[in-house]
């Protein structure tokens, strides 16, 4: 299994997020996720971003591979202008660059006013997106006049030799049967077997699974539990309101029906390796191939010296 390092927009500078990049590829984490956000899920995060400014200052400052955590090209940006996006982060990672798609939260995507579409037509938009994607990786003027997208007179010049890769997330059996379908890869946060199974039966065969988990490194598991249940209650809000909810504030006032208890169940807390390790075999046997790890806090420098220590060596 590949071990990698998610970089979290929501909660770090620009400057963090490539010092983490350095810290990362040095401690020995194969790979990088990143997150794409407009908005944080709470203002406790306390940032956002640009991340594709932040993915070209990446190629700068590091060699791991980097996924999108992923990017949602239908709303807030059109997938014309993603195509681009990507093509020219490829070009300058050196073919190191997958994207990593989804069908977004009203969090980040409401920002024009547009009517949040319903699932079903989140889906349809996504499959269209990665169709206009992909036809402009060709390197062809493009013409497409779709049900959800119009471009006229369209071409990417900067391009890699080979399109980069498009992963696709999926949570319900739907979005599942979308990324076995279109993807070239599944992005997943939950070491949820039966999603990989129902992802490799319905089309994606041996394509790459990506997942990823949280951690809030810190010197007593109890210190970490408190940054985490600071700075990510919302990780405790269920099921569909992570889409629908328009605004950080909207996740702090839902997050205060979340127990502490269920923010420290959700991460992986303090400085104990079989911790970690434990996590990171969840993933393996629900039959993931890459799993990536996200601190939260200011200690990350301490998760990476215990990885490079103690959790990366064991595993290998």
């Given at each position: 299994m590949k071990i990698g390092y998610f970089l979290s927009s929501e909660e770090y500078t620009?400057?963090?997020?490539?010092?983490?990049?350095?810290?990362?590829?040095?401690?020995?984490?194969?790979?990088?996720?990143?997150?794409?956000?407009?908005?944080?899920w709470v203002d406790a995060q306390g940032q956002s971003p640009f991340v594709w400014s932040t993915i070209g200052a990446l190629s700068q400052v590091c060699r791991l591979p980097v996924t999108t955590a992923v990017t949602c090209p239908t709303v807030r940006i059109h997938p014309a202008v993603i195509a681009q996006a990507a093509a020219t982060s490829a070009v300058l990672h050196e073919g190191r660059f997958v994207l990593g798609v989804g069908t977004g939260e009203a969090l980040n995507e409401h920002i024009f006013g547009d009517a949040w579409p319903q699932a079903d037509v989140r889906l349809a938009m996504l499959e269209e997106a990665v169709e206009v994607i992909r036809e402009l990786w060709r390197?062809?003027?493009?013409?497409?006049?779709?049900?959800?997208?119009?471009?006229?007179?369209?071409?990417?010049?900067?391009?890699?030799?080979?399109?980069?890769?498009?992963?696709?997330?999926?949570?319900?059996?739907?979005?599942?049967?979308?990324?076995?379908?279109?993807?070239?890869?599944?992005?997943?946060?939950?070491?949820?077997?039966?999603?990989?199974?129902?992802?490799?039966?319905?089309?994606?065969?041996?394509?790459?699974?990506?997942?990823?988990?949280?951690?809030?490194?810190?010197?007593?598991?109890?210190?970490?539990?408190?940054?985490?249940?600071?700075r990510w209650p919302n990780a405790g809000v269920p099921g569909e309101l992570s889409q629908v909810l328009p605004s950080p504030r909207h996740f702090e006032q839902a997050a205060q029906l979340v127990r502490p208890e269920q923010v420290r169940e959700a991460f992986v807390c303090g400085r104990d390796a079989d911790a970690h390790l434990e996590m990171i075999d969840r993933y393996a046997k629900a039959g993931y191939d890459e799993v990536y790890v996200a601190n939260t806090g200011p200690h990350w420098q301490g998760l990476f010296d215990l990885y490079q220590r103690e959790v990366l060596p064991r595993l290998r």
């Open positions: 620009p400057a963090e997020l490539l010092a983490q990049a350095r810290g990362a590829e040095q401690a020995g984490f194969e790979a990088l996720w990143i997150s794409d956000h407009y908005h944080p390197g062809d003027f493009v013409n497409h006049h779709g049900r959800h997208y119009t471009v006229e007179h369209a071409r990417i010049y900067t391009r890699p030799e080979t399109p980069p890769s498009i992963y696709v997330s999926g949570f319900g059996p739907k979005s599942i049967e979308l990324a076995a379908r279109i993807g070239d890869g599944y992005v997943s946060t939950m070491p949820d077997a039966d999603m990989v199974r129902r992802f490799r039966e319905a089309g994606g065969g041996d394509k790459p699974c990506q997942a990823g988990f949280k951690a809030a490194y810190a010197d007593t598991v109890d210190e970490g539990a408190r940054i985490a249940y600071e």
